[in-house]
């Protein structure tokens, strides 16, 4: 470590390496989600129902019905069921690869240029040598781990839609909004002093809760239960994407500026 001592840091402090292809794959597959809005829109172009599908009350699971008939008093029918599937397993799949290359330490500093990563801080106590995580670390590490939840979930939605009867679609849906919401709140608080869009995120993870628990106190008996669900789902992916826009940009920068550092020597 005798590399990093030309600068007094703070014990466990360190710059993590932004410009990396781990900051750039991990930034890039989270934006990626955003497909998710081009698949539904085919989806419900395609749908074959009695009734035309509706976003304020058809479920968005509904779209990934395989079969044609009544499921639960409603009537599905979604010839592109395949493609509403696969879109779910590749979502949830980019936030797994987000979650896995992202690290603590660049989740910690990728909204702000400048910032140092700090994995621990001195405690005063008799033992000089005691060191505890800091609460950005414990955040970032929450955040990846809810994010790779979110992912697992949305995976099982795809691999097992609504009308195969199995509980690990429902279990899947729950993951995708728990995790989300609560990582997109917590992601929130950590960029708080970045950046400005951390109220954006974290607005989106309160929105994602707030809707959640209307629809598990109300068990989603509502006029509208599709926008609900949507109040649920839709802030998790466009706050997941714009989380990944702000650090593909700044992996991007900081790659741009050292291709025009090499290049001015």
Known sequence: MKGH???????GSFLPDTRGIRANIGGWAQLSVV????????????????????RATGFISDLGAISCGI???RAVCSPL???MNASFVVQGLALILGAVFLTAGL????????VTARRFRAVADDSPQTRVLTVPWIL??????????????????????EDLGSPWHFAGALMFFIGG?????????????????SWFLAACGLVCIGALVIGGFTGMEVPQPGLLERFM??????GLAAAGLVIAQRTHTERKLARAGTGSR
């Open 5 to 11: 001592t030309t600068a007094p840091a703070p014990a």
């Open 35 to 54: 497909q998710y809005f081009v698949a539904e829109a085919a989806v419900i172009e395609a749908w074959a129902g009695p009734e035309p599908y509706s």
């Open 71 to 73: 499921y639960e008093d």
């Open 81 to 83: 069921h395949l493609l």
């Open 107 to 114: 989740l910690s500093v990728a909204a702000r240029a400048g």
């Open 140 to 161: 970032a590490v929450a955040i990846r781990i809810l994010t790779g939840v979110a992912g697992v979930g949305t995976v099982l939605v795809g691999l097992v839609p």
């Open 181 to 197: 919401g609560f990582a997109l709140l917590l992601l929130g608080i950590l960029w708080f002093r970045q950046t400005p869009i």
């Open 233 to 238: 789902g839709y802030p998790v992916t466009i």
